[in-house]
């Protein structure tokens, strides 16, 4: 369906990944649409609030309105998320950290609003995936993104030998996250079950001041002391 020049449009607006860092990570046209903005879809309305603070919206929060779309929203409430857009109003989208739409719930309303003709605009702003990829040394002409790590032990460390082979088979990078508070749990998975030739570049926390991004051989890695992941945002990349 072609896009209706009636209706608004809906701006993905990327936001920073945990620190006001706007004039390092931010283009100045993604501050500035953001600020002729005065509804917003979000995951979180307090990191909406705290993010439109920091960037010097013009209008008080009072009088910006908020809606939320998160995994919590359920499915039938997500289509008169779309009524402003509809009428004509440009409306934004945020997650609550880095590019909205990949991994992240952003994407139900993307699909609906192309289902509707309603153009949908994504901004330039940082992407932990892709960031991580940029300085890892990994495969950048092939790789797939995983999303979420099996929760339970046994299914994890099966889907750590899938992902693994997968990888060696097609030499392709592998990405992959996992909730921040087991990060830790995952990495010992990865290191106790990973062939030692494997590659595994950890990112954690990109873009903020303790950025750390390593790549290392497995067995490199169980020679090493291992860095804190626990709550803190991570972004594991394998290629075997």
Sequence with gaps: ???????????????????????????????????????????????????LGAIKHPKTIRDIKFSTLNKRTDEKDIPELLDSLIAGKDVGLMSEAGCPGIADPGAKLAALAHKKGILVAPLVGPSSLLLGLMASGLNGQRFSFLGYIAVEKAARVKELKTIEQKSKTHQETQLFIETPFRNQHLLEDILSNCDGETELCIACNISLPDEFIVTKRIRAWKQTELPDLHKKPTVFLLLA
């Design 1 to 51: 369906m072609l896009t209706n020049a009636k209706y608004g449009t809906l701006y993905f607006i990327p936001v920073t990944m945990g620190a006001d860092n706007m004039s390092l990570v931010l283009p100045p046209d993604v501050i500035s649409i953001t600020q002729g903005l005065d509804e917003f879809v979000v995951e979180n309305e307090k990191t909406a609030r705290h993010f």
